[in-house]
């Protein structure tokens, strides 16, 4: 068992021993711009790229359901030689092996509600130890952790570098969510919803075209359970109840960079990249993503 998944397992188990409650964050003085500034400066000189042992990478991707964290963390996880680590993925493997836990997953996923802490620890702790063992070093979280109890326990056995929160308009999210498609073959995601939002206040319009799949894949297409509108609706309520807390809390220690995606992924990736000051001067990496 890695140390690291021995020590998720050994916090857990206490905090739930002492029912832990977590005392909340003190507000950071310094305005969220100026944190974040201050946060990717602090990596200037260096570079995001892993250390020679690997191990440099300790991310954890945050934001709303359809914000676009599956593809975000899945390029830079590519780019930068790390797994990503999908605790959603954990949930539908684990939904999909008929075991005895599936159909007790079943009735929380497919209602937009959270599975308990003490599962998730569990399926999270399982996969780094699998990790381990193939020898894998850092990592990128999505969706892990959504409450503030994990994030304490996360907290508590090893070093998050950054926490990188996407922000995407709300309207666009339902609509996102609503036209994810993968397929069952290839395993590629696809998105068939096309957004063409106003601008606010002045500001641009947003289009984010749909992702369209080969002619090869469309008769293979399928639609997640949790994707319909009632239970987005669903999962939106209880991010904003209970993962919102953790962007808060990452924010109060300085590790928290948000990213407002400005449109669809040509013009979202370019602008992330930028903002995580990872250069990419002869384009051999682009490649690769
Ligand atoms: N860290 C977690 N804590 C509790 N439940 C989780 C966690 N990660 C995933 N889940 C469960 O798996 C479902 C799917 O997760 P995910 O694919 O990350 O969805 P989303 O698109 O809503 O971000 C969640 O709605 C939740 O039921």
Redesign the pocket.
Known sequence: MSAMSRAIRACAATASRRNLSVAAASPQEASAAAATAALVAGRRGGSWDRGEDGSRVQWVFL?????G??TYAGRLSRMLGVPHI???????DALASQGPLSKQ?AE??NH??????E??INL?SKRLEEGEENGELGFIL??????IR?AEILEGVTDIDLVINLKLREEALLAK?IGRRKCSQCGGNFNVASIDIEGENGGPRMYMPPLLPPAECESKLIT?A??TEEV?KE?LR??HDLCEPVEEFYRARGKLLEFNLPGGIPESWPKLLQALNIGDPDNKRSAAA
Request: glycine share 14%; aromatic share 4%; charged share 25%.
């Open positions: 934001g709303c359901p359809g914000v964290k599956g999908a605790t959603g993925d954990l949930v539908r997953l929380i996923v937009g509600k959270l599975v308990s802490d599962i998730i999270l999505d969706g892990f952790p959504r409450t994990q969510c997640r949790d994707d987005v999962r209880v991010y």
